[in-house]
């Protein structure tokens, strides 16, 4: 079965700092990885997704995840954190085999960067 | 339109009473979906559109939740008799394929209180 785990509810970084948002998966074969972030009372924005290809992906307002195989992890990452990234951001995963057209959703983390 | 906008925004309802729920999704998309999210919570996949067809609505919660989508476009999410238990973030997105690489956009969600 398809999951993803993301194994910190609350994440605090000083702003200035960098910041890593943890996000890892299982799936039968190779994935498809998402990350989402989502403002206060605000739907989901997209940041960005690895498909393929080079396994550092960078996305919008400055972040990247690096896709570890290995490791089934796609960390979310930002060399330095701005007190507006505190949101609540969400890693999804889909196995490119698998017809089903369901992403598969992480609980969320929420990420507070102190000024 | 530019994104996926839902309306209304929010919904106040009186326990046993139906409401119903609107998206419009970014023109072209073909796919889209319905997320329940409550209160700082991830998110619960309802059904999934692929023109007006529904091929799984599996993850609608009970037989008071029903939604349609005509025309390829417009979708609308219909809660009979609510229940407290309903009260929460409802998230549309749509996508321009069911591929698995396809990305979705999402809406800014309604929020339904049923007091």
């Known amino acids: 079965a398809q999951s993803v785990a993301q194994p910190e509810d609350q994440v605090n970084v000083a702003e200035g700092n960098p910041l890593t948002v943890k996000c890892t998966y299982s799936?039968?074969?190779?994935?498809?990885l998402f990350w989402y972030v989502q403002y206060p009372n605000r739907g989901l924005q997209f940041l960005l997704k690895?498909?393929?290809?080079d396994n550092l992906v960078k996305g919008s307002y400055g972040f990247e995840a690096e896709f570890n195989k290995s490791q089934t992890s796609f960390h979310l990452k930002k060399p330095s954190a701005l007190v507006s990234d505190s949101a609540l951001y969400f890693c999804?995963?889909?196995?490119?085999?698998?017809?089903?057209?369901?992403?598969?959703w992480g609980a969320g983390t929420k990420l507070i960067i102190k000024p | 339109g530019a994104g996926v906008s839902q309306s209304p925004s929010n919904k106040v309802t009186e326990k046993g009473k139906d409401v119903e729920l609107r998206c419009d999704p970014i023109?072209?998309?073909?796919?889209l979906y319905w997320y329940r999210q409550s209160l700082g919570q991830g998110l619960e996949f309802l059904i999934y559109?692929?023109?007006?067809?529904?091929?799984?609505k599996s993850g609608l919660p009970s037989d008071r939740f029903s939604a349609e989508r005509t025309g390829g476009s417009v979708s609308t999410l219909t809660i009979q008799r609510t229940q407290q238990e309903d009260s929460a973030v409802y998230l549309c997105?749509?996508?321009f394929g069911r591929g698995g690489q396809e990305t979705q956009y999402f809406g800014p969600g309604t929020r339904l209180l049923v007091l």
């Open positions: 997105a749509s996508s």
């Open positions: 023109s072209g998309h073909t796919a």
């Open positions: 559109f692929q023109g007006n067809s529904a091929p799984d």
């Open positions: 799936v039968s074969g190779n994935p498809y």
């Open positions: 690895y498909i393929t290809g």
């Open positions: 999804a995963v889909r196995d490119i085999r698998d017809s089903n057209y369901q992403l598969i």
